[in-house]
């Protein structure tokens, strides 16, 4: 209602541009600290994208109504380009998802460019280099009780197919047992509880392994209920008290 005011009086294109930026500021402001007290996080980054978001509607507007004015011009091409740079890791992500999708049945196997950024840690290596195979190289360090590392942004849809399968490798010279963590968004929305997931720790000798997992054993974990294999959130890699560092490749994650 304020801004339709504003827009209807004859007031310089200036002023209007600061009084509307003025509420902007001061709602942002008002929603971050309400999210606080809801136990979120207060981004302040968010503050930054209404101001482009409201920019952009501003200058959009201003120069249907200056044709003529350069000023108004050339600050809505400033705007849509920074709107095209905050938004480039959104469209980069999305792509990423796509071509993740298109893998399938393969969740993991690492050809894929900035495939990393759906780990929650670790660097894409080569096998060798007459190889065309990729893995995922992680390291967990010692010095507390859980060293680990996650698949964070996992394709979510198992239905469908019967089993899980997990290629790893380590050139530890001891067995050690590795465990493995399998959530979904129920999971994640509550309480968070070691029985209300998947939870299983199978032993990781020197050289391959190959660990296979029937999905029918995921769906029956959860104590009271059935996991969701259709919201799928994470799958969670740990080794629990370790003495020495550990170096671990995953070479594939695939549904069979």
């Not at 044709?67 to 905050?86: D, G, H, Q, W, Y």
């Not at 992680?138 to 469908?160: E, H, I, M, P």
């Amino acid at each position: 209602m304020i801004m339709s005011h504003l827009f209807k009086r004859s007031l310089p294109p200036y002023t209007i541009i600061l009084w509307i930026l003025f509420y902007t500021l001061i709602l942002g402001i008002v929603v971050e600290l309400v999210q606080a007290i809801f136990n979120r996080e207060m981004d302040f980054w968010d503050l930054y994208r209404n101001f482009l978001g409201c920019f952009l509607a501003i200058t959009f507007f201003q120069v249907k109504r200056y044709k003529k004015n350069l000023t108004i011009i050339s600050a809505f091409i400033v705007i849509c380009s920074l709107v095209i740079i905050e938004q480039q890791a959104l469209f980069s992500t999305l792509s990423l998802k796509y071509q993740q999708y298109k893998k399938l049945p393969i969740l993991a196997d690492f050809s894929l460019k900035n495939e990393v950024l759906l780990w929650s840690e670790g660097e894409i290596i080569k096998h060798d280099k007459a190889s065309n195979n990729n893995s995922l190289k992680v390291t967990l360090a010692v010095g507390k009780k859980y060293s680990g590392f996650t698949f964070k942004d996992v394709y979510k849809d198992w239905r469908g197919f019967n089993e899980i399968e997990f290629r790893f490798r380590s050139y530890s010279k001891n067995v050690a047992k590795l465990c493995i963590k399998i959530t979904d968004l129920t999971h994640d929305e509550g309480d968070h509880h070691y029985n209300n997931r998947f939870n299983y720790c199978p032993k990781l000798v020197p050289g391959e392994n190959t660990i296979s997992i029937p999905l029918e054993d995921i769906g029956n974990a959860p104590n009271g209920r059935k996991l969701n294999l259709d919201e799928i959130s994470q799958i969670g890699f740990f080794m629990v008290d370790l003495t020495e560092e550990k170096i671990i490749y995953v070479d594939e994650i695939k549904l069979k």
